[in-house]
């Protein structure tokens, strides 16, 4: 197919751009230049890395709060009756589904983090979850009690 007679002067002496600016690495990797979710959540530096990783932490730490609320909540709350009968949501019962949608939009949040790749900032992602549910776990060691888990409803 001939296409001699196409216009391509648009391409003769002006190539195009075809790098990204801030493409991160999707392989695991080490170092301390990264950025995390936004542009104005860089590090640059290792003291940087360690703030970060402190944040990180402390998100993982809040998310596994709303989780052990949520488990406490509804071990606290009375069993339902066999009978049905017609939902009327009370504010109480809108507590709930609010603790949900954070918890499931801080494990998303959690997530795009660790797919940063950095591997210090995995590896505090997943010590900053263990450490938390160890430490929930140590506080309301009922929570797990039972065939039915009421703290592993993971998001």
């Not at 690495?25 to 950025?35: A, D, I, L, P, Y």
């Not at 900032?121 to 776990?137: A, D, Q, R």
């Amino acid at each position: 197919m001939d296409h001699h007679h196409h216009n391509h002067k648009d391409h003769i002496g002006n190539p195009m751009e075809h790098s990204m600016p801030s493409m991160h690495s999707m392989s695991f990797h080490f170092g301390t230049q990264e950025t995390i979710l936004f542009d104005f959540w860089k590090i640059e530096s290792v003291g940087g890395l360690i703030f970060s990783s402190l944040i990180i932490f402390l998100i993982a730490f809040l998310m596994e709060s709303i989780r052990f609320f949520r488990a406490f909540r509804k071990a606290q709350k009375p069993s339902a009756s066999a009978s049905p009968t017609k939902f009327q949501p009370t504010i109480p019962d809108l507590i709930d589904p609010v603790l949900q949608a954070a918890q499931l939009g801080l494990a998303y949040f959690l997530m795009l983090i660790f797919m940063t790749f950095n591997v210090w900032i995995c590896v505090v992602t997943v010590v900053g979850e263990v450490l938390s549910h160890l430490f929930y776990n140590a506080i309301f060691p009922f929570l797990y009690s039972g065939a039915t888990n009421l703290a592993e409803n993971h998001c």
